[in-house]
C-alpha cells in the first residue's frame, strides 16, 4: 500500500486525524504521493470513495492521482471518487442536477462580449484615457469574479482602474447586457460555472466526508468561496506558499497564508525532504526565495545523492548569440531531448531558441504558441459538432458562417436569429421546417440613449438561382430572403442544411467527426484555409504550398477523430474538449516552456533563460497594477523555474539586443542567487 513507502513527514500528513489540515509541500518533497495516501488511508478505514472530493488544478493531475490510486483498488471503487478541477467538478454535477447548461471557452464569450461592446458609443466620454477592448474588458470582468470583489463591476473599475472610472457605467451596463445575453441560451463560461455551482451549494444538498486540495497556493478568492460552501467533515489542503505564481488570475496568497486564522484547530503539516533537485540547485533556490517573508518555517532537507555539477551561468555578447549557443549545447548535450527544458518569463524569449535548434534539425515542442485544439480546422470540425449537439448555440454558428464569402460576424448573427425566429426558438426546426413563412429581416430599431443601434435590412429582389440544386423545402425557407443573400452563400447553408442533417442521427463521436471532415461544408472551410495559407505576398497562390496545408488539415482531422475513438458518448467527448482540450496536445522533443506552463514539471537538464533585469523580474507586469507584493511574486517565479531541475541547470542572459538596440544589466535574482557580484 503507499502508506508503506512513504517518510515520517509525509505519513504524519496523510493519516492526520480527521478536520482542517495544510501540508506545506515544497518543490519536490512528494505531495502527489502524500494526497494519494490520504485518500488510499481513508478508503482503508471506511470512508465510500462517493464521500471523497479531489479538487485539482489540471485534470491531468486528478487523472493521475486516481489511477495511482487505482493500483491497490478497485477500478469501480476509485471511479467513484468525485475528482477534477473545479470547473470539470462544477459542471459535472450541475449537469447531473438537471440544469441545462453549454458551456463556452472565453475566446468565443469574447466575440460575444464584442458584438455588443460595437454598439456602445464612448466618444461623448471625457477621459485621459481610450476604453478597454472588448476582449480586455473580458479579462478584467474574469477577475473581478474571479477576486470575489465586494462591489459591483462598475465599482471595481473605479477602485482597481481609476482612470477608466469615466467609463464604469458604460462598462457595467454593458456587462450586464452580455450576462442577459448568455442567460438567454444557457452559455457559461468558467467563472460562470463557479458561481453558478456556488450558488446551487446553498441548498445543502452536496455533502463529502473530505475534500482535498491540490496546489492550494493557486486559488483564488472565488474557489476559496467554492470550497467554503461545500457541506464536509474534512479538510486536506496541501501547498506551497513559495509556488504562488497565479496573482495575475487572482490567486491569493493570503488564502494559504492565513489558513490557521480562517479555519478553528488547523493543523500544519510540512514535507522537508526534498527528492529531486540536486544539493546546489536547491540551496541556490532557497537563496532567493528566502528574501521573501515566510509565511510558515520550512527548511529543506537534500535527500538526492551523487556528484552533480553546480549551476552555470552563461553570459553572453548578445540576444540571439545566447539562443544560437544555447541550441548547440543542446545538441551536444548527453541528456534524452524529452528530459531538457528551456524556461523563460515571456513567450517571446523562445523565437530565437525555437528557430535555432530547428536549424540544427533538433524537435521542439513549445507550450504557448496555437495548439492543437487552437488551430482553425480542428475549431471549425467542434464547432460543426457542436451545433449538431445543440443547434442553438450561437457562438459556434457565427464562427462557422464568417467563412461564407462576404459573411461577417453581424450578417452571421442576422442569419442565426432569422432560423431562431422562424423556428419560433428552435434553428434546428427553423433550418428544416420554419413555421414562420414571413421574411424574418425587419428593420432594426434605434436606441440613441446607450449608442445602440441594429442593422437597418430592407427587402429587395432576392437572387434568382437554380432551385433544381436544392430540396424545394429548402429553397423555399424565408431565411434566404436577405438582400446580401447570393449563390455562394446559399451553397454554404446548404452544406450546412446537410450535414446537420445527417449529423443529427450519427451517436458515435468518431463516425460524427468523420462524417463532420468529410462533408461538404468542411471541405469548403479546408479549401478556404489552405489557399490562405498558400497566398504569396504578390497574391498569387502557390500550388505546392496549398496541397501540404491540404494534407496537414486532413491529418489534424484524423487525429481529432483518432482522439473520439477513447468515447461512446457523444457529450462526453464535447466536454472532454472544451473542459481539458490543452491537455491533450502531443509532441516529443526539447521542451520549450514558460514558466507557469513548466509548473509540476521536472527535467534532468533545465535551462533558465533571458535573465536580464527588466525581462526577468518583468518590470512592465511588476509596475501594471502597482502592486508593491509583484517583486515577491517575480522571485516565486525564478524559484518554480530553477527547481525544475533535478541534476543540471544552466541560468544565462545577454547583455545586448542588437534588433531593439538596448544594453541590458543582468538580473538582481542572480545577485540574489550569489552568481555575479552586487551592482555598485
Do not use: W
Amino acid at each position: 500500500m503507499p502508506l508503506s513507502k512513504l517518510n515520517k513527514e509525509q505519513l504524519e500528513a496523510a493519516t492526520a486525524p480527521f478536520g482542517n489540515n495544510l501540508i506545506i509541500a515544497s518543490a519536490g518533497t512528494g505531495k502527489t504521493s502524500t494526497i494519494v495516501a490520504r485518500i488510499a488511508h481513508l478508503l482503508q478505514n471506511g470512508v465510500e470513495p462517493s464521500e471523497l472530493m479531489l479538487l485539482t488544478f489540471t485534470n491531468k493531475a486528478a487523472l493521475e492521482m486516481v489511477e495511482r490510486v487505482g493500483r491497490f483498488f478497485p477500478k469501480e471503487v476509485v471511479n467513484e471518487i468525485e475528482a477534477g478541477t473545479f470547473h470539470a467538478i462544477a459542471y459535472r454535477l450541475l449537469k447531473k442536477s438537471g440544469r441545462e447548461l453549454v458551456l463556452k471557452e472565453p475566446k468565443e464569450l469574447k466575440i460575444l462580449l464584442r458584438s455588443l461592446h460595437e454598439k456602445r458609443r464612448f466618444s461623448h466620454i471625457e477621459a485621459s484615457t481610450a476604453p478597454y477592448s472588448a476582449s480586455y474588458l473580458y479579462d478584467i470582468y474574469s477577475l473581478y469574479q474571479n477576486v470575489a470583489f465586494d462591489g459591483s463591476f462598475g465599482a471595481f473599475i473605479e477602485e482597481r482602474y481609476p482612470d477608466h472610472s469615466p467609463y464604469s457605467d458604460i462598462y457595467q451596463d454593458l456587462i450586464e447586457e452580455f450576462e442577459v445575453l448568455k442567460g438567454k441560451f444557457n452559455y457559461i463560461d468558467f467563472n460562470g460555472l463557479l458561481l453558478e455551482f456556488i450558488d446551487y451549494l446553498k441548498d445543502g444538498e452536496i455533502a463529502f466526508k473530505e475534500i482535498l486540495v491540490d496546489e492550494y497556493q493557486d486559488t483564488n478568492r472565488l474557489q476559496n468561496s467554492l470550497i467554503e460552501h461545500i457541506k464536509k467533515e474534512s479538510l486536506f489542503c496541501v501547498g506551497d506558499y513559495d509556488q504562488s505564481i497565479y496573482a495575475f488570475n487572482g490567486a491569493d496568497i493570503g488564502i494559504i497564508g492565513s489558513f490557521k486564522d480562517n479555519y478553528p484547530n488547523a493543523k500544519v503539516f510540512t514535507l522537508t525532504k526534498n527528492y529531486r533537485s540536486s544539493k546546489a540547485i536547491l540551496s541556490l533556490a532557497n537563496r532567493v526565495i528566502s528574501k521573501n517573508p515566510r509565511l510558515y518555517p520550512k527548511e529543506l532537507e537534500v535527500t538526492k545523492t551523487g556528484n552533480f555539477p553546480p549551476p552555470k551561468l552563461l553570459v553572453f555578447h548578445e540576444l540571439f548569440e545566447q539562443y544560437e549557443a544555447i541550441a548547440k549545447m543542446i545538441s551536444e548535450s548527453k541528456t534524452k531531448h524529452s528530459e531538457i527544458a528551456v524556461i523563460f518569463r515571456n513567450n517571446a524569449s523562445a523565437d530565437g531558441l525555437e528557430a535555432n535548434l530547428r536549424e540544427l534539425g533538433i524537435a521542439s515542442k513549445r507550450k504557448g504558441g496555437v495548439s492543437f485544439f487552437d488551430s482553425k480546422e480542428i475549431k471549425a470540425i467542434i464547432d460543426i459538432y457542436s451545433i449538431i449537439l445543440n443547434p442553438n448555440d450561437m457562438m459556434s454558428f457565427i464562427h462557422l458562417f464568417e467563412y461564407a464569402k462576404g459573411v461577417g460576424g453581424v450578417f452571421a448573427k442576422d442569419i442565426f436569429d432569422a432560423l431562431y425566429k422562424v423556428g419560433e426558438g428552435d434553428i434546428y426546426r427553423g433550418l428544416f421546417d420554419p413555421k414562420d413563412k414571413k421574411n424574418p429581416y425587419k428593420k432594426g430599431v434605434v436606441n440613441h440613449q446607450l449608442g445602440l443601434f441594429d442593422d437597418v435590412v430592407e427587402e429587395i429582389n432576392r437572387v434568382k438561382i437554380d432551385k433544381g440544386n436544392y430540396p424545394a423545402n429548402f429553397i423555399k425557407n424565408p431565411i434566404l430572403k436577405h438582400p446580401r443573400m447570393n449563390r455562394d452563400l446559399i451553397d454554404f447553408i446548404y452544406r450546412f442544411y446537410q450535414i446537420v442533417k445527417k449529423g443529427r442521427s450519427t451517436l458515435n463521436p468518431a463516425k460524427l467527426v468523420r462524417e463532420i471532415y468529410k462533408s461538404e461544408l468542411f471541405h469548403y472551410i479546408s479549401n478556404t484555409l489552405a489557399t490562405k495559407r498558400a497566398t504569396n505576398r504578390d497574391g498569387s497562390i502557390d500550388e505546392t504550398k496549398r496541397e501540404d496545408a491540404l494534407l496537414r488539415i486532413e491529418q489534424k482531422a484524423r487525429l481529432l477523430e483518432e482522439l473520439s475513438k477513447n468515447y461512446e458518448d457523444r457529450y462526453r467527448f464535447i466536454n472532454s474538449i472544451t473542459l481539458g482540450g490543452g491537455e491533450m496536445s502531443q509532441g516529443e522533443g526539447v521542451n520549450l516552456l514558460s514558466i507557469h506552463a513548466s509548473k509540476g514539471l521536472e527535467f534532468d537538464e533545465v535551462f533558465v533563460i533571458d535573465l536580464m533585469d527588466g525581462r526577468f523580474p518583468n518590470y512592465k507586469l511588476l509596475n501594471k497594477n502597482g502592486n508593491s507584493e509583484n517583486i515577491e511574486e517575480e522571485r516565486r517565479l525564478f524559484y518554480v523555474a530553477v527547481t525544475r531541475a533535478r541534476e543540471i541547470l544552466y541560468l544565462s542572459y545577454a547583455k545586448y539586443d542588437k534588433i531593439k538596440d538596448i544594453e541590458y544589466l543582468h538580473s538582481p535574482f542572480l545577485e540574489e542567487a550569489g552568481l555575479v557580484k552586487p551592482t555598485p
